[in-house]
């Protein structure tokens, strides 16, 4: 008994420690997801266009990260029971960038959400654009 618990433990050390080594990763996007386990706010870099206005780079913070996803077979129909979880935004801000050189009569702010944490959680349609079907 008291073996097992020490072995459970171990395999959590070993986990924090390759955890942590691989940091949160702050690189701009590009940088490939790597070893990286775990769901974590990151930075990402994308440009932003709106019509009528020229393109902006922004630099903020957004979910990126590996989140458990399993399927099993079970006795009634469908037969299939899935759990199927995304890297996805727990708590979020929003900022609001002023657009460049707009034409008279377009509004030239743009909102987009800012994560503050990010958690493994099922898509919601709601607030996220999700693959729901191909
Ligand atoms: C954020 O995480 C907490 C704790 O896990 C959870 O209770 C809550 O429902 C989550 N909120 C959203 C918007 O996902
Ligand atoms: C905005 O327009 C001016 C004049 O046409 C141009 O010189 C400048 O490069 C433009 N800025 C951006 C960010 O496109």
């Not at 870099?45 to 206005?53: A, E, L, Y």
């Amino acid at each position: 008994m008291a073996l097992m618990k020490s072995g459970a433990q171990g395999f959590f050390c070993v986990f924090l420690a390759v955890f942590l080594s691989g940091g949160f990763p702050t690189e701009a996007s590009g940088v490939s997801l790597g070893r990286f386990i775990g769901c974590a706010v990151r930075e990402f870099t994308f440009m932003v266009r709106k019509p009528g206005c020229a393109g902006l780079h922004i630099t903020t913070d957004a979910c990126w990260g590996r989140c458990e996803t399993w399927q099993k077979p079970v006795l009634e129909p469908p037969y299939i029971e899935s759990h199927q979880r995304v890297c996805t935004y727990n708590q979020t801000r929003l900022e609001t960038v002023v657009l460049p050189n707009c034409s008279a009569g377009v509004e030239p702010s743009y909102s987009f959400p800012v994560a503050l944490r990010c958690d493994c959680a099922v898509c919601l349609t709601s607030t996220t654009e999700c693959i729901t079907s191909v």
